[in-house]
């Protein structure tokens, strides 16, 4: 068993949390890592909030242990927060942006704040918010996120918030870089296109084998589905997908996209519906290569916190 300042702060068994992959992680997802012992949290994402009512009743009605909800900060509204928060989660996790203006609400309700962040000063910005968890994000990272590394971020942000929790996110999909990450000092991982290829996760059934495909390599770094679904993501973030026809186009030629963006918005959202997936994006991070299957969440869950504990103890028979 592997016991960190997370699974104390929870209550849980593994130091492994579900990412909030808007769209991905549903109930019924951070419902089955939180049975397995996990920490399982709701994607919010732009924060819909019919989809925010349906997916947090689920949640609340399949499991009895902690579980919580992440939102998009830059995107959301007091209202959002307040939705969220009705529902009693035990965290709510806030990424990409301030998370000042709603740290000392959900405090106020007594849940813990979770902020991810993608570099030192961030870091300083959550620690202002009143984060009890830090979640350090690498550029390995599937879905937005920003430039530095895991393995070289996770430890300056250790260092820089010390006694706060750090989690590591970014490219973690075994038991070995769990094992890194609490090697780097982080009391946890976060982990997000590992369950994106599971039973119970929202998302197209060809967009998870897509994963199961890819190697790392088959993944970049664009802005050019924000351009194109006409989100306003501010500087410095971008997100990391699977390469496809729509970001072989279009990559590099982010403008003249933003030019005909009317007429392209209605092109990409035609093939959202027919879940053409050489246009719709497919949100992935490096870790691709080490996803074989789709599996149960709960089986990933418990391989990961096996690997993690055997890697630990052979770790430290090293002579
Ligand atoms: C499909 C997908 C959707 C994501 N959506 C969100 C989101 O809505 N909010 C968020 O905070 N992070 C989102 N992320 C990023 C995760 O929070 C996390 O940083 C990332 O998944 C960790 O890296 P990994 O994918 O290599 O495990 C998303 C990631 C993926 C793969």
């Known amino acids: 068993m592997l016991r960190t300042a997370l699974t104390d ?12 992959m808007g769209g991905v992680s549903g109930g019924r997802l951070a419902a089955a890592v939180s049975n397995a012992g996990g920490l399982g949290l709701v994607g919010g994402g732009y924060g819909d909030s019919g989809w925010l009512s349906r997916e947090l009743s689920l949640v609340k009605s399949q499991t009895s242990h902690p579980w919580g909800v992440g939102l998009i900060t830059w995107s959301a ?16 996790m806030l990424s990409f942006g301030d998370p000042r203006p709603y740290g000392s609400i959900v405090k106020a309700a007594g849940c813990h704040l979770i902020c991810q962040v993608q570099d ?35 430890p300056a942000v250790v260092d820089a918030v010390t006694p706060t929790t750090v989690l590591a996110a970014g490219g973690i999909a075994d038991g070995r870089g769990l094992a890194a990450a609490l090697m780097l000092g ?13 039973k119970e996760a929202l998302g197209h059934p060809q967009a998870k084998r ?12 664009t802005t050019v589905f924000d351009v194109v679904r006409k989100l306003a993501w501010p500087q410095p973030y971008d997100g990391r997908a699977l390469r496809n026809g729509f970001v072989e186009r279009w990559r590099g030629r982010e403008e003249e996209l933003a030019a005909q963006v009317d007429t392209q918005y209605h092109v990409y959202a035609s093939a959202v519906q027919a879940a053409d997936h050489d246009v ?12 074989n299957g789709i599996e149960p969440a709960g089986d990933i869950v418990q391989r990961m916190a096996t690997e993690a504990t055997d890697r630990l103890r052979w770790g430290g028979r090293l002579a």
């Open 210 to 221: 897509m994963i199961v495909d890819a190697r790392g390599e088959d993944t970049c770094r």
């Open 186 to 198: 982080a009391q946890g991982a976060l982990i997000g296109t590992r369950f994106y290829a599971s």
């Open 120 to 154: 030192v000063a961030g870091a300083r910005l959550a620690l202002e918010a009143g984060a009890d968890v830090i979640v350090a994000q690498g550029t390995e990272a599937g879905g937005h996120g920003a430039g530095r590394s895991t393995l070289a971020l996770v």
């Open 9 to 20: 702060m929870f209550g849980i068994e593994h130091p492994i949390v579900l990412a909030p």
């Open 280 to 291: 719709a994006v497919v949100w992935a991070g490096e870790g691709v290569d080490l996803i």
């Open 77 to 92: 509204d007091a209202s959002i927060v307040d939705l969220a928060l009705g529902y009693r989660p035990y965290a709510v």
